[in-house]
């Protein structure tokens, strides 16, 4: 096979012409093979060239994914094989970049879990759970997440209960708590938790009593009158989660 042109590109590349195919090679190619002295090649050495050169091609556009923003060995595995590598491809092009401390998982965990903690209002279970999604080891999980003091997540949940209180117009205590449980849940915080915490608030159902029977008795006292009108409104204020003490 004659190599016929040369051509420097962009970045560390090549543009070479060889019988009548132009290729686009990395300069360690370039090198390892001392192209630029050769006028040609043999088929063998082109085909291990061309499979060197995707492995090089893996490898640098990782570097650039990971240049970005910090990511998990799955996540790069995945990332590679979209961008045409095979797993086999993958997994040796995450050797070398782990080889050359570009990948350091333990890093990427502690990472992760601080910036989740700062950043998020997930809980333990939700931060448990995208990790493993990321492909990062359960043992390892558990034993970053153990070394956390319970107070921050504690701390967490105080806040959220006290923004939901603080914002409650319109829903009786019993649907407010039931709600603060059910998103706490889903935000990834144990239950026994939350409800630990949100017995030590009182929420006034006052206000909330107040603005539900204005709207209710509004839209009802066009069709209805005296005590069917009044039962109407009990009703639907019960449906609602108000006491019948309240009520």
């Given at each position: 096979?004659?190599?016929?042109?040369?051509?420097?590109?962009?970045?560390?590349?090549?543009?070479?012409?060889?019988?009548?195919?132009?290729?686009?090679?990395?300069?360690?190619?370039?090198?390892?093979?001392?192209?630029?002295?050769?006028?040609?090649?043999?088929?063998?050495?082109?085909?291990?060239?061309?499979?060197?050169?995707?492995?090089?091609?893996?490898?640098?556009?990782?570097?650039?994914?990971?240049?970005?923003?910090?990511?998990?060995?799955?996540?790069?595995?995945?990332?590679?094989?979209?961008?045409?590598?095979?797993?086999?491809?993958?997994?040796?092009?995450?050797?070398?970049?782990?080889?050359?401390?570009?990948?350091?998982?333990?890093?990427?965990?502690?990472?992760?879990?601080?910036?989740?903690?700062?950043?998020?209002?997930?809980?333990?279970?939700?931060?448990?759970?995208?990790?493993?999604?990321?492909?990062?080891?359960?043992?390892?999980?558990?034993?970053?997440?153990?070394?956390?003091?319970?107070?921050?997540?504690?701390?967490?949940?105080?806040?959220?209960?006290?923004?939901?209180?603080k914002f409650n117009k319109n829903t009786s205590s019993?649907?407010?708590?039931?709600?603060?449980?059910?998103?706490?849940?889903?935000?990834?915080?144990?239950?026994?938790?939350?409800?630990?915490?949100?017995?030590?608030?009182?929420?006034?159902?006052?206000?909330?009593?107040?603005?539900?029977?204005?709207?209710?008795?509004?839209?009802?006292?066009?069709?209805?009158?005296?005590?069917?009108?009044?039962?109407?409104?009990?009703?639907?204020?019960?449906?609602?989660?108000?006491?019948?003490?309240?009520?």
């Amino acid at each position: 096979m004659k190599i016929k042109k040369y051509k420097k590109d962009k970045s560390n590349k090549y543009k070479v012409l060889i019988d009548d195919e132009e290729i686009v090679l990395y300069d360690d190619i370039i090198i390892k093979y001392s192209l630029l002295m050769k006028s040609e090649i043999d088929v063998s050495t082109y085909n291990e060239m061309i499979k060197e050169n995707s492995l090089l091609l893996g490898y640098y556009e990782a570097i650039k994914y990971i240049t970005k923003k910090m990511r998990s060995k799955k996540e790069i595995e995945e990332y590679l094989i979209k961008k045409g590598l095979n797993s086999k491809e993958a997994k040796e092009t995450i050797k070398k970049l782990e080889d050359n401390k570009f990948i350091n998982e333990d890093i990427y965990l502690k990472a992760y879990i601080n910036d989740q903690i700062n950043l998020t209002n997930n809980g333990v279970n939700k931060i448990k759970k995208n990790l493993l999604k990321l492909g990062l080891d359960n043992n390892k999980i558990d034993d970053y997440l153990s070394k956390i003091d319970e107070c921050i997540f504690l701390d967490k949940i105080d806040k959220y209960i006290e923004k939901r209180i603080k914002f409650n117009k319109n829903t009786s205590s019993y649907m407010l708590k039931n709600k603060i449980i059910i998103d706490l849940v889903n935000l990834g915080f144990n239950k026994e938790d939350i409800i630990s915490e949100l017995n030590k608030f009182e929420i006034d159902d006052k206000d909330a009593y107040n603005h539900e029977y204005e709207k209710i008795k509004k839209s009802l006292e066009k069709k209805y009158s005296g005590d069917e009108l009044k039962f109407k409104i009990r009703e639907k204020l019960y449906k609602k989660g108000f006491r019948y003490n309240e009520i």
